[in-house]
């Protein structure tokens, strides 16, 4: 006895010192990106999408939005609201003075003396094929009304000036450094904050979306519209949604564990003992998942705590061979037992084979789990369990029935597959994992309407062996690009090249100016200007500049941020870079062949991913039917083998074929919970063919006991906000229902077979 | 409520709004009042555009249209041939062209009071014309421009542009008059936008 409380002792610190040494503070994550596996993906696109997601988990953008003829007001109300966001903790940094002078004039005073050199690409154009039209535009600028500005003895033609102030296609007033947009009737303001990572310590609370409201009620009283969008916003949704799930289905699930067994066995003994057995359940499977995997999704934590649902079962079965009268035949259950942990726990820890993070961590904290528990029912409850035994006749009392009923039931739900399963549909998609609720979508589209310039989530990875190079390759890119944009396959990219060219092309700009100066139109312009020949000669010998050659780094050390959020950097490997997109109709016709540039488009490669785990357990489901079959004939023959495991495979094959019926489409976590319904039920099937003839009863009441606290844990799963959990648990309650019949009937068939 | 976010601007731009005066509040609406403003109105203008590296002004003239939906036309017949449209949306992707264009084309449609935000807004309404002078309020604008100067009776028959590089615009406009929607060379103005670019 003490030696089994000492191994069991041994195992607990083995845990705890595992989970200690890879214990890392936010192991709990509640990125939904992060579920995206990115382990096949080359080391550069994670290192991109690490950044980009980087870029994106903190930070919420603001739009404030009133009436076009009130912009100096909204402009106020903007320093109002940027103030209070200031003051509010959720919010760490912020920006919304976009016109901030000194850093237009650090980037002034680098390129200014290259303004020979870069163009925009509708000057570059106008420059190479009708120079002249240059000359015409000039000209009628500064005959016109607002040709203020123009710096003739510097940049007469305003092609440094086009260059600098190329910006978004919006018409801006700036009021203080505030830059009011105005857009059809509206006019609006935008304020870039970055948010405190959500605290998941203890209780989730939801600051962020507490603050979005004030503000919102602030600004309605204003007569203004507040948006907001950004990542934040979600996850602390998100967060507080799996909290709630988690307290709900949980707790339900704990409370009718504890009123059954207070029902059936009318002692705190055993409801405390099969609680602390579910306890160490989820202690165990949450150190195996931070010992082996190191972090978990909040979502797999979800679904790891149902595992208790199964865990009860060992102890279940336990207790109820305890109930039966005589002296304690611990031993007689042990085979059954090990048999069921050995099978289900192979199901599990397939999934933890699988490269699905998400799979993987309920994998591993299901399978840990099981045997966390196991071990302690075979360890703890010999020597702590005292029950008064009871005698029962459950059994008996079922109505008999003929032999054939349960391989006719068998037959019939493997018909039922085989008719349904060519009308399979498959669907993977990232919103299973998470829809938006409304308030945040309805802002989202809101403020797309207005600010339309918004990057897809799809970009171009340009990589080179230096940033030389890495230009060059972009540059390429974009040449590729505009011709997409011309037919029409998206709106828009931004790139590091577009603003920095790469040097050839500086060069190449540099003597398309020095030519243009030189030629007939701009004598002619001069003297148009009433200038004489020889002075026009001057004037344009003084427009000269040299080329001046500036590195990307120096570069980018003064360019807005915008662009250095474009630039990944150089490591031994060589330079990255990233080109955004806008309005993306088409990924088809983009360019697909360039040397260095790969085109990555995460929620494509997630549901890739997903179809791939789906396929990949679809096949997996035969081999582990296969495994277990064989394990199980090992101990019981060929013949009962097959028996035993006819269960299951019907439980399995009608389970799916009725999703199938009911017009899901089978995802991911459709083919997870089949796996799950068939441990469960091979656990049945073990349990019921292995039980001796007077263990029976206490036998149907463990499995009767087990089956209802699963239906209530995983029938409870369905009612999940989140899609994926809620597929996952219907599919688990229909299949529990099947087995727990056909376990049912199994019995009853046996006892008629016991009668004869 | 527009008191209240002039009161409360005085707290947030302490040094860039100081509350318009009653008494200019006055002489505004009366100018605002005084000038008959129509939703279609078409002239000619005649402008002079000194800059201090030039060695002669720049003088130009041609037909200007104004429509409270569609923005002011200005089209310049000589010396030479050129049509552009001043709106919201049009001075495009040069940030430097908007900060001018949004100005005059409130001035244009005898906005005054809109520009108060951006300027120090002063208003002289003497018997025979009004006066209005701007002075920017913002550093970003004063970059561009020192002053600008609007006078007129019933209409505007003079903007008197100040940069701050020392280059003035004068412009007067001519035999401003209003028109129906439907006049042929009204519509004219503005289709013909439609068709040519505005460079």
Redesign the interface.
Known sequence: MNRRFALWLALVAAFTLAAAARYQPGWLQTDILALAGDSDAAPAVAAAQRKLNGQLQGSVLWMLVGP??E???L??AT??LAQQLRAAAAITRLEYRW?E?ERYQREWALLFPMRQQLLTGADRNLLAETPEALV??Q???????????I???RDPFATF??YF?????L???????IPVQ?RGEHAFTLLQSTATPVALGGKVRTPLLQLREELQRWAEARNLTLLSVGAPLHTEYAAAGAQREIRLIGGLSIAAICLLSLLIFRSMRPLLLSVFAIAAGIASGTAAVIALLGQMHILAFVFGTTVTGLAIDYAFHFICNRMRPGPARDRDVLPGLLLGLVSSCLAFFALALTPFPLLRQMGVFVGAGLIGAWLTVVLLFPSLLKLRQRRLHIAERLPPTKPSRYLAALAVLLLVGAAALPRIEFGDDLRLFYTPPEFLAEDETQLNDLLPSRPESAYFLVQGNDWRQLLEREWQLMGELQSAREEGALADFQALSLRFPPERIQRADWELMRDFYGSAPVQGFYT????SAT?AQQLVAALRQPFKAVTLPEWLAVAGGQYADLWLGCNAGGCASIVRLYGLQQTASLPSSLEGVTLVDPPRAIAAVMSQQRDLLLKLLPLVLLVVTVVIALRTGARRALSIIGLPLAAVVATLALAVLSGAAINLFHVAALLLVFGIGVDYAVFSHMSGRDERSHTLLAIGMAGITTLLGFGLLALSATPAIADFGLTLAVGTTLTLVLATLFFARAVEGGNR | M?AL?LA??LI??PL?TLAIAPEQVRALAQIEARLQTAPQMLGRFE?K?T?P????P?L?SGVVALSQKQGVS?R?EQ??A?H?L?N???????????????P?LQIFRGNFS?L???FYVVGENAEDKWQVTLTPK????AR??ASIEVSGDRAIEQIR?A?A?S?V?E?QLLELRAVDETDPQFKAEFNDLTATPQ?
């Open positions: 076009a003829a912009a100096e007001t402009a106020h320093e109002m016109a002078a015409r535009r000209l009628a600028a500064l005959y016109g009304p607002e040709g203020a500005g710096d003739l003895e000036r086009h102030a190329a910006g978004p296609q018409a801006t007033q700036v009021f203080g450094e105005q148009q200007l009433g200038y002075e | 527009r976010m409360l601007s947030v731009f860039q402008q555009k800059l590296q030039l060695p002669r720049l130009s200005w310049i010396p030479l050129s552009l001043l919201e949306e049009s001075a495009g992707d040069d940030a430097l062209a908007r900060q001018i264009a949004y005059l809109a108060d935000g951006l913002n550093e970003a604008i561009v421009i542009l940069e590089n280059a615009t412009m460079e």
